[in-house]
């Protein structure tokens, strides 16, 4: 039977359309002229790549410092605002598995509510929040309101591991006379574990990407690498170099992606050993 | 047996409490201050007056309307291109042997793991004025100038009336693409698409193609048999996809910022414009309430459609299929 290729172009095309972009910022990273962004001198010459943007990186350049100072401090946001939102989320998801009843349906909007609304609603409100509340924006508002976009999600996919969650299991941990905090920390916890990681990683990417919630709440000077890349783009010499780190980044980021797939593959295996 | 203790109504608060406590505190009360700073007026100095209704009778401003208009008519253009481009993408993967399927479906999100700002910033260079994307825009222009001219004149008025299209004559030096609404539409649809591709391809996956064959057998041709059996076979895949694209394209910033320039003011931008520019907290928390209304209206009237799909969708979809199978086969 003939199958029709129109889909698989279609395909095709949407793969390139996505991948341009990604293409551009790996090879903007290398680009001579940091002013013009071109890879062409003025009689339309090529003039070849440069890896000094990514010398001035490694090497602690001044022209990068404010760059990187950036880079950390989101880090750093990203690493506590997952954290937090893991302990927070992984708790919500349990009250929300265990019990079904008027307080629990209440809790279930309010962890599902901010998963809908756009990004700069919840970035206003908290604005308006820190303004009513006379407290000045910075590190500790901006931590806060990544945890708070953060809950919903690790709560949704700790919530989603639960479904296939046995109770009995826990039931049984009681009758061998386990304790409530014995039975979390060495019954529930091992198990929900892939869902908690799963969701921190959501949490962390979520958190280092975010620009429209931090640059409500930052307050002045205080820069995420996106909210300083967004500065930075009306005038800058040094955009070479956010294109090179992004490609570090991405590197990274496929690394860990690669490792965890890895691991994931040895999983099923393991279950089968343990007779699972 | 001994009683469950994790099951007591201490437990259940000491549980809920932490996530309870953080989301009243962090989201629902912001959110009812953004309310009630819409019944305020607002000062010369930038803070926030009186109990009044003056905030929302500004709001008729004819500004504002035509901003809201916008921001609905774009978000529809970008979910309607990106269903359009996730349709037959879904499709295809979900034709493709498990292996495949995995890596294809897991390239389409690896874009998604460079910074948002960082990529968007890739297109704002790419758009530039010299750039061979502008030589495709003015063509692109000129087409619909074509198609444009072939309509009869109540059809030309209303897209000029809604804002679809536009009676000025081309002119290639004021017709960038950089700083124009084609440039926030494209990038959206680019942003976006992915989240489209998602629901749409986990539906198709569970969806039995033997029935297209089946349609194909008695008949159907490729086309038909795609939108009469696969469409409709995995519409709680498009529905998902439509929220999930509209929803951020209604509270799009940070794309019209960077490419839209002053031709393209959303919403998004006109409440950070007023929150942070201006001072004039009622008026962004005004416009945010009317936000938040365009995003929960489709909401609702989706999870509305869900609830009485779910009880008829597989009783209907059968028996459309037989029926179509049926008359497709007397007509053969």
Not at chain 1, 18 to 43: E, H, K, R, T, W
Not at chain 1, 140 to 160: K, R
Request: net charge positive; aromatic share 12%; glycine share 6%.
């Amino acid at each position: 039977m003939k199958r029709s290729n129109f889909s698989a172009v279609v395909l095709g095309i949407v793969l390139a359309f996505l991948y341009v972009p990604i293409l551009l910022v790996v090879a903007y990273g290398f680009v001579p002229n940091g002013v013009s962004m071109s890879f062409f001198d003025a009689s339309g010459r090529f003039i070849g790549f440069t890896s000094k943007w990514y010398s001035q990186i490694f090497g602690g350049h001044h022209a990068v410092k404010a760059l990187m100072q950036s880079f950390w401090l989101s880090l750093t946001i990203a690493g506590l605002a997952t954290l937090v939102s893991c302990a927070i989320g992984t708790t919500a998801a349990l009250a929300l598995h265990r019990w079904k009843d008027r307080l629990q349906s209440i809790h279930h909007s309010l962890v599902y509510t901010p998963l809908i609304m756009p990004d700069i609603l919840i970035g206003i409100s908290l604005l308006m929040l820190f303004v009513a509340a006379n407290v000045e924006c910075g590190f500790w508002t901006i931590l806060i309101a990544h945890v708070t976009f953060c809950v919903s999600y690790v709560a949704m996919t700790v919530l989603a591991r639960l479904q296939d969650f046995d109770d009995r299991i826990v039931e049984a941990a009681y009758d061998l006379g386990a304790g409530p905090w014995y039975t979390f920390f060495h019954v529930e916890l091992p198990i929900l574990l892939p869902g908690i990681v799963a969701g921190g990683l959501l949490a962390f990417t979520l958190s280092i990407d975010d620009v429209v919630i931090t640059s409500f709440v930052n307050g002045a000077g205080t820069n995420t690498f996106p909210t300083y890349v967004s500065s930075m783009t009306k005038h800058s010499r040094n955009l070479p170099c956010v294109f090179a780190l992004s490609t570090l980044m991405l590197i990274f980021t496929c690394a860990l992606v690669g490792l965890s797939k890895l691991i994931s593959r040895r999983q099923p295996q393991n279950k089968t050993a343990k007779g699972k | 047996m001994k009683e469950n203790p994790l099951r007591s109504r201490k437990a259940e608060w000491l549980v809920t409490l932490p996530s309870f406590l953080w989301l009243a505190l962090f989201f629902a009360v912001p959110a009812l201050i953004v309310l009630a700073f819409t019944f305020h007026g607002h000062t010369a100095n930038g803070g926030v007056g009186e109990w009044s209704l003056s905030t929302w009778r500004e709001l008729v401003d004819p500004d504002y309307p035509a901003i809201v208009w916008n921001t609905l008519r774009i978000s529809f253009e970008v979910t309607v291109w990106c269903i359009v481009l996730a349709l037959p993408c879904a499709y295809a993967i979900a034709r493709m042997n498990t292996k495949w399927r995995a890596i294809v479906a897991g390239s389409i999100m690896l874009p998604f793991w460079t910074s948002f700002v960082v990529r968007v910033f890739a297109w704002k260079t790419m758009l530039h004025p010299d750039g061979w994307l502008q030589t495709c825009y003015f063509s692109w222009l000129k087409v619909k100038d074509w198609l444009f001219d072939w309509l009869p004149g109540f059809a030309q008025n209303f897209l000029v009336w809604a804002g679809f299209a536009s009676n000025a004559p081309l002119d290639a030096a004021s017709s960038t693409i950089l700083d124009s609404e084609a440039a926030v539409v494209l990038v959206s649809v680019y942003s976006f698409l992915p989240f489209a591709i998602m629901p749409i391809y986990t539906a198709a996956e569970k969806f039995d193609f033997s029935l297209l064959e089946a349609a194909r057998d008695l008949g159907a041709r490729g086309f038909y048999a795609f939108r009469k059996i696969f469409v409709p076979g995995i519409r709680q895949g498009i529905v998902s996809a439509v929220l999930m694209v509209f929803i951020p394209a209604i509270g799009s910033y940070v794309i019209p910022q960077m490419l839209g320039g002053t031709n393209c003011v959303l919403i998004g931008n006109k409440i950070f414009m007023r929150a942070m520019q201006n001072r004039n907290i009622p008026h962004a928390s005004a416009l945010a309430a009317l936000m938040a209304v365009s995003v929960l209206v489709p909401l609702g009237i989706a999870m509305y459609w869900k609830k009485r799909q779910d009880v008829k969708a597989s009783k209907r979809l059968e028996r459309e299929t037989a029926r179509l199978m049926v008359g497709r086969g007397a007509a053969s």
